[in-house]
């Protein structure tokens, strides 16, 4: 580990009384201490203590490389808390930190829940769409919201989401004297702007969730006909086989309906479109799942705007599929990719069937109708048949 400059210190609402003497004696020999201004009164720190600065920046910390610094975080540091933000900028040898028990597992603690079976999310700075992929019935979140007010604004969002009889907990102070816990329902919340609340629990009741398997819904997609229809998006997706942490090049995105279940799955992708008013339903979209993180969306024509782009680890050409896009793709991808390509017109399954024969895969043709009205009686309704290639590079 060697003489690491920078101590980071989780603290619980004990104060010092809660730190270990090696935490102790790192404030003591700090020649400058960060954290909130609450964190700075929990322990004491007065003439070296510098609260942290608005917006919040990590470089003062930096600036003190090499002198004996300390930074005070909210129980364990690296959960929601500060200490990633800084380890990801320093070697390990520069730093060591001392945790204390999170504001998770002192919620769950209070709650008797089984913390391995709770999401657990902060939204100091996310939206509350971010609990969508995570909301069904009986489900256990644990909240991290930054006041009284942002409480309120969430029992509200719950509410008009069909969520209102979601059973609410608000725990302030938890682990100090002024500790409290007091259970509400999301639809009779009141908010206490003043409350400088900590966490709020969440067992939700109300509404259906969102299904974990492919093809969701069309209505729950903004577009303007540009989609990839339900039965053909659980096709497409099953071919491009999501995995966790991997990203999708999804060109000629559409709605960004196969962006947003694959980013459902734990993955990342960047959608790219051409035109600005389906690149703004993509965003909408992205944002009405809670995907902002996960979704990027750009704004250009393919294959010129593909080089710059961070390789995928798998590619969707649902729209504008040509030779040169494909060649401009194939050139670009590395070997392992995975490709999943449609097509509707004679001239794209054309291409597909030459690819095929070329590069081998799975190709096949998709013909879907739907029962409708005729005059007394009911039909079948077909819809354009679609021809999926699938391919690994």
């Not at 004696?25 to 609260?51: C, I, N, S, W, Y």
């Not at 492919?214 to 998006?233: A, N």
Request: hydrophobic content about 45%; some cysteine.
């Amino acid at each position: 580990m060697g003489n690491p400059w920078l101590t980071i210190i989780g603290i619980g609402e004990d104060g010092l009384a809660g730190l270990s003497e090696a935490s102790r004696k790192a404030l003591g020999d700090a020649e400058m201490v960060f954290g909130g201004q609450r964190h700075l009164a929990l322990a004491g720190v007065t003439d070296h203590g510098r609260p942290w600065p608005v917006p919040f920046d990590t470089d003062c910390v930096l600036a003190c490389r090499g002198r004996p610094t300390a930074v005070l975080a909210s129980g364990d540091p690296f959960w929601y808390g500060v200490g990633t933000s800084l380890a990801q900028k320093l070697p390990a040898g520069e730093w060591i930190a001392h945790s204390a028990p999170s504001t998770f597992s002192l919620a769950a603690a209070r709650l008797g829940w089984r913390l391995e079976t709770v999401t657990c999310l902060g939204f100091h700075a996310a939206p509350f769409e971010c609990l969508v992929p995570h909301l069904a019935r009986e489900a256990r979140i644990i909240c991290l919201v930054r006041d009284g007010k942002a409480a309120g604004d969430l029992a509200e969002w719950l509410t008009a989401r069909g969520w209102g009889e979601s059973r609410l907990w608000t725990l302030t102070a938890l682990g100090g004297p002024r500790e409290s816990v007091t259970p509400h329902r999301a639809d009779s919340y009141t908010a206490d702007p003043g409350a400088g609340l900590v966490a709020i629990a969440l067992e939700a009741s109300g509404s259906d969730g969102l299904s974990r398997s492919s093809g969701l819904p069309d209505t729950l997609f903004v577009h303007e006909g540009q989609i990839t229809k339900r039965p053909m998006r659980a096709l497409a997706l099953s071919a491009l086989g999501p995995k966790p942490g991997e990203r999708l090049w999804d060109i000629g995105a559409g709605s960004g309906s196969i962006s947003v279940e694959w980013a459902l799955c734990g993955g990342t992708a960047i959608a790219v479109e051409a035109r600005a008013d389906r690149a703004a339903n993509i965003r909408s979209n992205t944002a009405a799942f809670g995907l902002t993180h996960r979704i990027r969306v750009v704004e250009g024509t393919a294959p010129d705007i593909l080089s710059g782009l961070e390789r995928p680890q798998a590619a969707f050409m649902g729209g504008g599929l040509d030779a040169a896009m494909f060649d401009a793709v194939w050139s670009l991808i590395g070997p392992g990719t995975r490709i999943v390509a449609h097509a509707v017109t004679l001239e794209t399954e054309a291409l597909l069937s030459d690819l095929h024969q070329r590069h081998g895969g799975e190709l096949m043709r998709v013909e879907i109708a739907h029962a409708g009205g005729l005059g007394r009686y009911r039909s079948w309704e077909a819809a354009r048949p679609v021809v999926q290639w699938s391919v690994v590079r």
